[in-house]
């Protein structure tokens, strides 16, 4: 893929950018290296300082950004401005809170002193330059919530993104340089996905993260692997929605579509299945099919619209090809499942909802990165459960129902990195955000985010 900017809305090439030469990366990494090792030796207050100038400027520049965004990959500009707010919240929460988060921990000398010691220490030490290979999908927000708690430990970052949101990509670099942050804390790497695996085999790389598919996932722990290289992964997702009846239904149904169509339908933690019980199953279809049919489609810039295009033109027609099997095989589309008309150029495809879903249609197993919902009927909660499981990805989760015991079930019983009940998944940068199964490891945000590219360290002193 070019790394440029091409409008979703429309497919035209706007900016083109080209890659950085042999030279020029290494010349970055060697910047990252001794950024590094000043950095490192900084104060929490220092780097809190440059950290909240970030998120200042972030919150005057707030609409410009947005419109970059909405330009490069396609998210509505409503979306795209609640995007930079919260990325600002979310330096500010770290600028705030590291020092606590990583203070260091002080075991009961009694606990110790079998092993000879007069007390220990354990401290949280920052392991060197991180490197992120990041999507398109949020492409402020996936950046932010590693390079916030990355740079405030101490490591310096190395950023890899989506080669369809390049002017994001430098955005943030200025963001954080004119924040105060010193030359090579964080830097864009302007490259193609076949230079990552050299990048990150350099020695100097100490670790990585990366937000994507589960290919790009396997690929980079595999050479991580090989490296011996602490990794981050944030893959895939194809959560369930599930709805029992003592659910508020008018609430879960304006949620759920929320759920669904947020970011244009290409969020990893989209609900992408709908599990009904059977006594609300055609309540619920019906006021949701309704709700998703009445979105408006259309020019991301417009403030009216719901839904935008696909970031892709491959994107919608990786997400036609699945409609089409399972339409194929036996699925009925309740509404949507075509192009829209009224939008002949970008990438536009219409909200739908599928019914009549078996294990033999692809989308039974594979994510629908698009505003496609995959609704199931079930006759109780030991069903919901086996096929709210029935997924490779177990990334999050989310639960509609107000009778605790249920409640307990499924937090004790759905394999996922998280269970949101009576609403919708969302990442904060007080919680702990990532999955399980092929969705990936690791966690991001909260004090678990920060930590996972930190040197645990013991300090043992005798007597």
């Known amino acids: 893929m070019a790394i440029a900017t091409v409008n979703p809305a429309t497919g035209e090439t706007l900016k083109t950018f080209q890659p950085l030469n042999p030279g020029e990366l290494e010349d970055r990494l060697v910047l990252a290296e001794q950024a590094y090792d000043t950095h490192r030796r900084t104060s929490f207050a220092t780097r809190a300082g440059w950290l909240h100038k970030a998120a200042d400027l972030l919150d005057a520049e707030h609409d410009t950004v947005a419109r970059t965004m909405t330009t490069e990959m396609g998210k509505t500009l409503v979306a795209a401005r609640a995007e930079v707010a919260k990325c600002a919240k979310t330096m500010r929460w770290y600028a705030d809170h590291a020092a606590a988060l990583l203070a260091d921990e002080h075991p009961d000398p009694a606990d110790v002193r079998d092993s000879g010691a007069a007390r220990a220490v ?20 996936q950046v932010v919530r590693f390079a916030a708690p990355t740079l405030m430990a101490g ?21 954080f340089r004119r924040a105060g942050f010193p030359a090579g804390c964080f830097q864009t790497l302007l490259i193609g996905s076949g230079a990552v695996e050299g990048v990150l085999r350099d020695p100097r790389i100490a670790a990585a993260t990366l937000t994507g598919s589960e290919p790009a996932g396997r690929a980079v722990a595999s050479v991580a692997g090989d490296e011996i290289k602490k990794t981050v992964l944030e893959l895939g997702g194809s959560d369930p929605f599930v709805v029992l ?4 239904l008018d609430a879960a149904v304006r ?9 244009n339908g290409q969020s990893c933690i989209a609900a992408k299945r709908f599990i009904l019980h059977t006594d609300i199953h055609d309540a619920f279809a019906e006021r949701f099919t309704a709700a998703m049919a009445a979105l408006t489609v259309g020019d991301p810039m417009d403030e009216a619209t719901d839904v935008g295009p696909l970031a892709s033109e491959a994107g919608r027609s990786d997400l036609e090809e699945l409609v089409d099997d399972a339409v194929h095989r036996g699925a009925t589309a309740l509404c949507g499942a075509r192009r829209p008309p009224q939008h002949p150029a970008g990438w536009f495809y219409e909200p739908t909802v599928l019914t009549g879903i ?3 249609m692809r989308i039974h197993h594979e994510e629908a990165f698009g505003p496609v919902a995959s609704v199931y009927r079930v006759a ?5 459960v086996a096929l709210a499981n029935d997924t490779p990805f ?6 509609w129902t107000r009778d605790e015991a249920e409640q307990d079930r499924l937090a004790r019983d759905l394999r996922a990195g998280g269970v949101y009940f009576n609403g919708m998944t969302a990442s904060h940068p007080g919680l702990p955000f990532g999955g399980a199964k092929r969705s990936g490891y690791g966690r991001e945000l909260s004090g678990h985010g920060i930590r996972e590219f930190c040197n645990v360290t013991t300090l043992w002193y005798g007597p």
């Not at 190395?158 to 200025?174: C, D, F, G, I, R």
């Open 255 to 263: 949620v759920a579509v929320t759920a669904r169509v947020q970011n």
């Open 155 to 175: 490591n310096t970052g190395l950023l890899k993104h989506a080669s369809n949101v390049p002017q994001t990509a430098l955005y943030l670099e200025e963001l």
């Open 122 to 141: 354990v401290r949280y030490r920052p392991l060197g330059v991180v490197l992120a290979v990041m999507p398109w999908n949020f492409p402020l927000w």
């Open 245 to 248: 009846p003592s659910a508020d």
């Open 358 to 360: 078996t294990p033999e």
């Open 394 to 399: 177990g990334l999050s989760s989310n639960a």
């Open 380 to 384: 109780d909660l030991d069903e919901a």
